[in-house]
């Protein structure tokens, strides 16, 4: 490889604004800051909101005259 051309790589504390969680891991830059980390993001907490798209689905049915059978 030649010498000289490849950026410097630091150990980097990744830190997250929204729940103030910090990790470690390899970055070209000096510091890292995130808005939404795995420790407060709501797909790997299981606090997804599911009901958003059943209320869409039910506006649908009722635009168009559709009955729910399975109920």
Not at 11 to 21: A, I, L, Q, R, S
Not at 51 to 69: P, Q
């Amino acid at each position: 490889m030649k010498t000289g051309i490849h950026p410097k790589y630091y150990t980097v504390t990744v830190t997250c604004t929204t729940c103030g969680n910090t990790f470690e891991t390899g970055s070209t830059n000096k510091e890292i800051h995130v808005d939404t980390c795995s420790n407060c993001h709501p797909f790997y907490t299981g606090k997804q909101k599911f009901t958003v798209a059943a209320g869409r689905i039910d506006k649908f049915n009722k635009r168009y005259g559709i009955e729910d059978n399975q109920k």
